[in-house]
């Protein structure tokens, strides 16, 4: 796929999305870059928001995909930040229904609102209501189009500040990619104040090699795709496990619900979404690299795969692992967190979805046939809140 011609690949519908998950790579050290230029400029924002506060609420938001990236960096921050901020992810779809749960008058507030095109009503709308609820309100900004709605409204601001992302993050594709990856590393570089710069920096490098690895490796994930299924079962746990809902998404949208699809973490998938699996499924672990929380993602592969139920049993894993189930095994070159093991796990998933939407001919770059499903939300009605 990826060593395709492209105009094959524009006969397929399937060019933009294919180049826009392909150059991730190097977006990722764009990203690094970016941080590493702006970084005094993000302290000196940081202190604003949180010198000679108590405690500073942190509010993760975003629609859809963006929202995603939210819940994946809470659950790595939570257990490693020493800064005196508390980390929540709400999508924005639910702060604006529902602002009066989760803003308050007298809280310090950073709203870090996650957008590609910052043209979305629901992120629009909860910059203002934040503005308009919290007295000590600042916003972070994360988007990937600088002429944008979102990046334009916060720009000449005080208590507001706007990372840009690549420009080609901005992806012109209907799926969020780049996007996608782009604002998830820029957000856990931003936060994640327990590693040195130059340990992110090699973490960084470490996810652009395996990037790499999983588009070089692209013909063992064709195989999987070629099983015959009709159901994909995405696990994981921790951050990992956040990241499973996007998995999930990407091969829906770009299959537009031709193959069903399932997420859950890999304790909590016995409780009743196991009876998902049938003789066309395939269920996939992205298994952790904590040895701990790993054990539980193998005992998930193991029973699957021992109850003979499902028509493929994946591991994607950092490193070897043991068991009968079969394995996508990334080269292990030195340490990661979790957080950055979802890097590389997002194209192996990303390279799923495409291919899957091709298997059953339907076009990528434009996979909602109807138009009823669009690129940014239309139809979206805001109503004002007193």
Request: charged share 25%; hydrophobic share 40%.
């Amino acid at each position: 796929m990826y060593k395709t011609e492209k105009s094959r690949l524009e006969e397929l519908g399937a060019s933009i999305t294919v180049g826009e998950v392909y150059q991730q790579p190097q977006l990722w050290e764009e990203v690094l870059k970016i941080y590493e230029d702006n970084l005094e400029e993000i302290e000196k924002f940081l202190d604003l928001v949180s010198k000679e506060k108590n405690r500073v609420k942190v509010i993760f938001t975003g629609a859809g995909t963006s929202a995603y990236v939210g819940d994946i960096v809470e659950r790595h921050l939570k257990k490693i930040s020493n800064r005196n901020l508390d980390f929540e992810a709400i999508a924005t779809t639910d702060l604006v229904s529902n602002p009066y749960d989760f803003f308050t008058k007298d809280e310090t507030t950073l709203l870090v609102s996650f957008a590609r095109s910052g043209n979305s009503p629901e992120s629009l709308k909860a910059v203002e209501l934040a503005n308009q609820i919290v007295d000590d309100i600042y916003h972070l900004a994360i988007t990937c189009a600088a002429d944008g709605k979102l990046a334009k409204g916060l720009k000449e601001e005080t208590n507001a500040f706007t990372l840009l992302m690549p420009e080609p993050s901005n992806d012109q594709g209907f799926a969020m990619t780049g996007s996608f990856s782009c604002m998830l590393l820029m957000s856990t570089l931003i936060f994640d104040n327990s590693l040195k710069l130059e340990e992110k920096a090699k973490r960084v490098h470490e996810i652009i090699r395996l990037g790499r690895e999983v588009i070089d490796r692209e013909e063992e994930i064709q195989e999987i795709v070629d099983l015959d299924f009709n159901r994909v079962v995405y696990l994981g746990s921790g951050p990992i496990g956040a990241f499973t809902r996007e998995a999930q998404l990407k091969i829906l949208e770009l299959t537009a619900g031709q193959i069903a699809t399932c997420f859950d973490t890999s304790m909590g998938f016995r409780h009743g979404p196991k009876s998902f699996v049938d003789e066309k499924t395939l269920v996939f672990d992205f298994i952790s690299n904590n040895d701990y929380t790993k054990l539980y993602d193998l005992d998930i592969l193991n029973e699957v795969n021992e109850n003979n139920i499902a028509r493929g049993v994946i591991g994607v894993s950092y490193g070897e692992v043991k068991g009968d189930f079969r394995k996508f095994n990334l080269s292990k070159d030195g340490e990661l967190e979790d957080v950055f093991l979802v890097f590389p796990y997002a194209i192996f998933a990303q390279t799923v979805a495409i291919m899957a939407s091709l298997k059953v001919n339907n076009k990528p770059d434009t996979p909602s046939a109807s138009g009823t499903v669009n690129r940014v939300v239309k139809g979206v009605i805001i109503h004002p809140y007193e």
